[in-house]
């Protein structure tokens, strides 16, 4: 009984640990894939994200770069598909320098009823977004999280981030941004006890 128990145990800390790595962000989570100086790729900008060299992960060490002044609309992800009622989790680390006036924004939005076409744009109904004011942090890293949980039909999620307020469509923040390591990750004790429960379910069948 004792070895069925650790064996169960273990195969449980592997599915969380490998399913907490998986990350539903289609292109560049990391903003390894470019070179310093040149435009962001794998995410939609309508203003000048470049890669920088001032990442903090390893290994690696690039991140994406916005200058300080104003910029009407930001850094957002390619669409990707999430279960409805799962619970998810955005994290990703940023850092600030040039002011202390005003907040950049950050929203992990949802839409149903969801079409991603083949760029990654999203068509659907708005159900729903977490908000995430960044408080400037004059230089230093710091790593934000937030989990969110949305229930209809064919929803996808997406990830924008601005300088400005994104609803009221004004600048609150004209410093410059990084952004790095952007993840989002489904709860991972759902899919450990699933995959838990079938290897009960497996082991009454014999």
């Known amino acids: 009984m004792k070895i069925k128990i650790l064996t169960l145990a273990v195969l ?11 990350n539903m962000i289609p292109e560049n989570p990391d903003f390894e894939d470019g070179a310093v100086g040149e435009l962001v790729t794998g995410w939609f900008k309508d203003s000048a994200f470049t890669f920088s060299d ?17 910029e009407d609309y930001g850094l957002r992800s ?14 990703f680390d940023y850092k600030t320098a040039g002011t202390t006036d005003g907040n950049p ?18 068509n659907g109904d708005f159900i729903g977004a977490e908000v995430l004011d960044l408080t400037p942090t004059e ?23 601005t300088k400005n ?5 004004s600048d609150s923040f004209n410093g410059e941004v990084w952004i790095d390591n952007v993840s989002v990750v489904p709860e991972p004790a759902t899919m450990a006890l699933i995959g ?7 082991r009454k069948k014999k």
């Open 105 to 122: 924004e950050a929203r992990f939005l949802f839409k149903e009823n969801a079409v991603i076409d083949s760029l990654g744009n999203v």
């Open 78 to 91: 390619r669409g990707f598909e999430v279960t409805s009622g799962e619970t998810y989790t955005l994290t």
């Open 54 to 70: 001032n990442g903090p992960s390893e290994p690696g060490s690039k991140s994406a770069y916005l200058a300080s002044g104003t």
């Open 139 to 161: 230089g230093t890293w710091e790593t934000l999280s937030v989990a969110s949980s949305r229930t209809g039909t064919d929803i996808a999620g997406v990830i924008r981030i």
């Open 196 to 202: 838990i429960g079938g290897l009960f379910i497996r």
């Open 165 to 169: 307020k994104f609803a009221s469509g």
């Open 12 to 22: 449980f800390g592997c599915a969380c640990a490998g399913f907490a790595a998986f």
